[in-house]
Every structure is written in structure tokens, then in C-alpha cells.
């Protein structure tokens, strides 16, 4: 007759395996058999080894130590078989969620932060070098944002002159200086600030030129005070 114990397990395997195919996962199947398989073997040993205790009430003296040694022999037999076989779990996944990613600590590539301060340099960088002069004149007035009466001599009677410029400026908004010189001597310094443009049309102004005969320029700085451009003219003496 079978064991109960080998009639549960193989209801609990069969049970497994048509759980398996229900779940899509039909190669879990495989080990559930492999299990199944070696249980039979272990449960043929145990079958035989009750079958021998049968023999042993009914024989002699020498039969029942020939089946004492039998059953030895098995038992030594169904605990090699039991190290042999080792039943691995099982890891089931329905294929109704995302799987789970294991990886190894050591394959990790972490990524190299960039210090705070490294960024703020190279956003710095950028700044400094986003303003670049597209036009610089100097004329007698600005109409509707446009030099009217540009030259690069003036006469001294002349009330006042504008320093008109035309900065693309790439980065963040900051400063832009225009500095007045006469005779290389800085008369003003004009500070204002220009926002984020392709073209951003700006200009300062000069007044009293009557006792100021000689070389003018206008050089135009940006926030660090490196000079991004500059533009000469003269003024003379009206005859």
C-alpha cells in the first residue's frame, strides 16, 4: 500500500505544476519534477524498507539479521540521496508586475558629483564670457533707440554726445560700465545693467565739451571691468 505521506506530496506537487501553468511560468514546472522524481526514488527505499520490517516478524534469527543489514544499507542509501538532492526554492513571478532587478554592488558605476562650487565656477565662466559688442557709435542724439548724427569729430560747442552700443548678451542678467575718457584722463563712470538679449541696444551721455578740446574715447567694460570694446573721436575747436 502508499504511504499518505507520498499521496499528500504528490497532490501538493501536482497542485504546484497546475499552478505554475495557470501563473504562464510553465518552466517552474521543471524543478517541481525534478523534486517529485526524487521523492519517488526516496519513497520506493522507504516502501522496501517497510516490506523488510514485514519480513523480519515472520523470519528466523538469520533472516532478520539480513534485513537489519538491508535496512541499514538503504537507510545509508536515502541519506546519500537526501545530500545529493538538494530542493532549491522556488521563485514564482505571474508576469503582472515589473521584475525585480538584483545587482551587484560592485558592478555599480557611481556617478562623480560635481561639487557645488566647480558648478558655480563654470556658471560664473559662462557669464563672464556671454556679452559680446555688436556696435558701438558716438552721435549727437537717439531717436526712437536709433544714433542720429554720428561722427568721430565734434566741435566744442556741441551740448551733448551719446555713447550708443548694441551688447548681445548670452547669459544672465549683469553689469556693463561706460567710461569717459579725455586725454586719458577717466572723466565719467556709468554704471547700468543689461538682461539676457540678442541685441540689447543701450547708451550713456556726455555734457560740456567747450573747455575739453582734444582725443575722447568710451570703453566699454563688463562686470569684472575687462573692457569688451571701446570707440575714439575727437573734438576740435568750432571756428
Known amino acids: 500500500m502508499f504511504n499518505p505521506d507520498f499521496i499528500f506530496i504528490t497532490?501538493?506537487?501536482?497542485?504546484?505544476?497546475?499552478?505554475a501553468f495557470w501563473m504562464q511560468i510553465p518552466r517552474a514546472s521543471i524543478p517541481l519534477g525534478i523534486i517529485y522524481m526524487a521523492f519517488i526514488l526516496l519513497n520506493m527505499d522507504s516502501l522496501d524498507t517497510q516490506q523488510?520490517?514485514?519480513?523480519?516478524?515472520?523470519?528466523?534469527k538469520k533472516t532478520n539479521q539480513s534485513s537489519k543489514r538491508k535496512i541499514d544499507n538503504l537507510s545509508k542509501k536515502h541519506l546519500l540521496i537526501s545530500e545529493i538532492i538538494k530542493p532549491q526554492p522556488l521563485i514564482f513571478d505571474s508576469g503582472r508586475t515589473n521584475k525585480s532587478l538584483i545587482i551587484d554592488e560592485k558592478t555599480v558605476d557611481v556617478p562623480q558629483v560635481e561639487s557645488v562650487q566647480n558648478i558655480k565656477d563654470t556658471d560664473e565662466k559662462k557669464d563672464e564670457n556671454s556679452l559680446e559688442l555688436r556696435d558701438i557709435q558716438i552721435c549727437k542724439s537717439i531717436e526712437n533707440r536709433i544714433p542720429v548724427g554720428t561722427a568721430l569729430t565734434f566741435n566744442n560747442n556741441v551740448d551733448t554726445l551719446y555713447c550708443y552700443t548694441r551688447i548681445k548678451n548670452t547669459g544672465i542678467k549683469q553689469g556693463v560700465v561706460h567710461v569717459w575718457y579725455y586725454n586719458n584722463k577717466m572723466m565719467n563712470k556709468i554704471n547700468y545693467n543689461i538682461k539676457k538679449s540678442n541685441i540689447y541696444r543701450?547708451?550713456?551721455?556726455?555734457?560740456n565739451f567747450l573747455n575739453q578740446v582734444g582725443q575722447w574715447?568710451?570703453?566699454?567694460?563688463?562686470?569684472?571691468?575687462?573692457?569688451?570694446?571701446?570707440?575714439?573721436?575727437?573734438?576740435?575747436k568750432a571756428s
Open 11 to 19: 497532490i501538493s506537487l501536482a497542485a504546484l505544476i497546475g499552478i
Open 52 to 60: 523488510g520490517n514485514d519480513i523480519i516478524l515472520i523470519s528466523d
Open 217 to 236: 574715447r568710451v570703453e566699454i567694460l563688463d562686470s569684472k571691468g575687462r573692457m569688451i570694446g571701446s570707440k575714439k573721436f575727437k573734438i576740435i
Open 202 to 207: 543701450s547708451w550713456t551721455r556726455k555734457t
